[in-house]
T-cell receptor, first 117, second 114 residues
Framework: DAKTTQPNSMESNEEEPVHLPCNHSTISGTDYIHWYRQLPSQGPEYVIHGLTSNVNNRMASLAIAEDRKSSTLILHRATLRDAAVYYCILRAPLYGAGGTSYGKLTFGQGTILTVHP | DSGVTQTPKHLITATGQRVTLRCSPRSGDLSVYWYQQSLDQGLQFLIQYYNGEERAKGNILERFSAQQFPDLHSELNLSSLELGDSALYFC?????????????FGNGTRLTVT
């Protein structure tokens, strides 16, 4: 699996934007970039994913570099509820008899985001 | 609520024992994944099933086994338990079927081996 590199921790103030970086220089052309987060005592939660183009959803935006070797998760206005560990993950395709599908997520250490009131 | 149900929420047992963790995926999801999270190892992928068949295997110990049943629920069996098996065990599900889709995780089963 291609590897991602994230800062161990970041801090933000409430209601300010947060940019969480991720480097993935060995990404292959078919790998999707996924972001998940894990709040204390809960299972991981899907945030956003993309392949080549920038993506927006109600939770966040994903900005993908043109060469795809890095990406940035953008939380537009951080709230205290956004304090969590954020994981940037590359998801590779699985080729099988049933056609192409996407398999496991390999989690790294993630970035611990602290949000100050 | 992710729609993925894991039971039991907590399990306390002794070394050498065997336990079964159960997972009901979201309605319509065909694929189930099992992960282990301990303090020193982070989230480790164990195994993935798709429509009853094993699709991918991670660092799952030989003492551990899993299966996915025709109604798509899955069970993770842990035997000859050791103190080091104490961890949070998460199940996740996804639709699969030829295009990418996110995983939805349950809230886990906390296993304590004494």
């Amino acid at each position: 699996d291609a590897k991602t590199t994230q800062p161990n921790s970041m801090e933000s103030n409430e209601e300010e934007p947060v940019h969480l970086p991720c480097n993935h220089s060995t990404i292959s052309g078919t790998d999707y970039i996924h972001w998940y987060r894990q709040l204390p005592s809960q299972g991981p939660e899907y945030v956003i994913h993309g392949l080549t183009s920038n993506v927006n959803n109600r939770m966040a935006s994903l900005a993908i570099a043109e060469d795809r070797k890095s990406s940035t998760l953008i939380l537009h206005r951080a709230t205290l509820r956004d304090a969590a560990v954020y994981y940037c993950i590359l998801r590779a395709p699985l080729y099988g008899a049933g056609g192409t599908s996407y398999g496991k997520l390999t989690f790294g250490q993630g970035t611990i985001l602290t949000v100050h009131p | 609520d992710s729609g993925v149900t894991q039971t039991p929420k907590h399990l306390i047992t002794a070394t050498g024992q065997r336990v079964t963790l159960r997972c009901s995926p979201r309605s319509g999801d065909l694929s189930v994944y099992w992960y282990q999270q301990s303090l020193d190892q982070g989230l480790q992928f164990l195994i993935q099933y798709y429509n009853g068949e094993e699709r991918a295997k991670g660092n799952i110990l030989e003492r551990f086994s899993a299966q996915q049943f025709p109604d798509l629920h899955s069970e993770l069996n842990l035997s000859s338990l050791e103190l080091g098996d104490s961890a949070l065990y998460f199940c996740a599900s996804s639709p699969m079927g030829g295009r990418d889709s996110p995983l939805h995780f349950g809230n886990g089963t906390r296993l304590t081996v004494t």
